[in-house]
């Protein structure tokens, strides 16, 4: 399984970053996939989920509203597209992938099982 993170950045408060996730070495479209982020000092926290179609979405209370989980299953991607950044959204995001297939995606990050690196988001002025 290989998950690479990339887009993220420093950005204003109110300014917008969308994060993309390439996936690769399993068969992405069977599996529900999740954002997860942590922030320094802080326990690893889920953000957002979504299901193998691509048409059922969740959110953490303090993102919706404001971030906005898509999938395109004929690339292999992941995106995460984070409108209104507030300095308390700085942290690594990693995007994750499901433990099993078929089946919808969960906020309970230990069912999780594969993270990528990550993707600093900083948000400051």
């Known amino acids: 399984v290989q998950l690479v993170e990339s887009g993220g950045g420093l950005v204003q408060p109110g300014g917008s970053l969308r994060l993309s996730c390439a996936a690769a070495?399993?068969?992405?479209?069977?599996?529900?996939m999740g954002w997860v982020r942590q922030a320094p000092g802080k326990e690893l926290e889920w953000v957002s989920d979504?299901?193998?179609?691509?048409?059922?979405?969740d959110y953490a209370n303090d993102v919706k509203g404001r971030f906005t989980i898509s999938r395109d299953n004929d690339k292999n991607m992941l995106y995460l597209q984070m409108n209104s950044l507030k300095p308390e959204d700085s942290a690594v995001y990693h995007c994750?992938?499901?433990?099993?297939?078929?089946?919808?995606?969960?906020?309970?990050?230990?069912?999780?099982?594969?993270r990528g690196q990550g993707t600093q988001v900083t948000v400051s002025s």
């Open positions: 994750a992938k499901f433990y099993t297939a078929y089946r919808p995606p969960s906020r309970s990050l230990d069912e999780y099982t594969d």
């Open positions: 070495g399993f068969a992405f479209k069977y599996y529900g």
């Open positions: 979504i299901n193998l179609y691509g048409d059922t979405t």
